[in-house]
């Protein structure tokens, strides 16, 4: 496709249970990151990849959340024993560079833990 | 603390009329700003930004206004229309990857 592709576009999952969250970029793209909406609150930036350089694991909330980027394409964003704080719309984005210009974001994964 | 602000949660305006969309930051190392708009159940969609180096920036009816003395950009939408009934947000970065964000401003258009 065109676009940014995430799946599952909904995910429900009874806490303590991992989920794993994929992305598809756009192709070409060497810039991908994750961001994750709660309600009522904006953009919370997770991780970021750039091309082979190591990523910047920065916004990871805690040791829980993981994520891996293969062959510089498709990511993977994985939440072990997951909380209900977790809960939150994941989206991912990509970007032909990572200089802080225009994202192109994917349709998000609702994730609700119960 | 948050370095990007849209104080507004929502802003209801009639079809026709002007939107006026308010994002404050505290950062003065930022030095893009754009902002996206979003729809329900989908990802934002880039809108509109501005350098630092300008204080106005124009694409068709959206015009985006920057006061650094102020740390404060405005969007404006004219006239606005029922498409554009959506959230906002305001982003800014600091010449690298990492954009921050504010919390979003609904815009409703009533008919």
């Known amino acids: 496709g065109a676009g940014v592709s995430q799946s599952p576009s909904n995910k429900v999952t009874e806490k303590g249970k991992d989920v794993e969250l994929r992305c598809d970029p756009i192709?070409?793209?060497?810039?991908l990151y994750w961001y994750r909406q709660s309600l009522g609150q904006g953009l919370e930036f997770l991780i970021y990849f750039q091309g082979n350089s190591a990523p910047d694991k920065s916004g990871l909330p805690s040791d829980r959340f993981s994520a891996e980027r293969t062959g510089g394409s498709v990511s993977t964003l994985t939440i072990q024993r997951t909380q209900q704080e977790d809960s939150a719309v994941y989206l991912c984005a990509s970007s032909l560079q990572g200089d802080g210009g225009e994202l192109f974001f994917g349709e998000g994964s609702r994730l609700t833990v119960l | 603390d948050q370095q990007v602000k849209q104080n507004s949660p929502s802003l209801s305006v009639q079809e026709g009329r002007i939107s006026i969309l308010n994002c404050d930051y505290t950062n003065s190392m930022f030095d893009y700003f754009l902002w996206y708009k979003k729809y329900p159940a989908e990802g934002p969609t880039f809108l509109i930004s501005?350098?630092?180096i300008k204080d106005k920036n124009e694409d068709g009816r959206f015009t985006v206004f920057l006061n650094k003395s102020a740390k404060h950009l405005s969007l404006h939408i004219v006239p606005s229309q029922p498409g554009d009934s959506a959230v906002y947000f305001c982003?800014?970065?600091?010449?690298?990857?990492?954009?921050?964000w504010g919390a979003g401003t609904k815009l409703i258009i009533k008919p």
């Open positions: 501005i350098s630092s």
């Open positions: 192709s070409g793209h060497t810039a």
């Open positions: 982003a800014a970065t600091a010449s690298n990857y990492q954009l921050i």
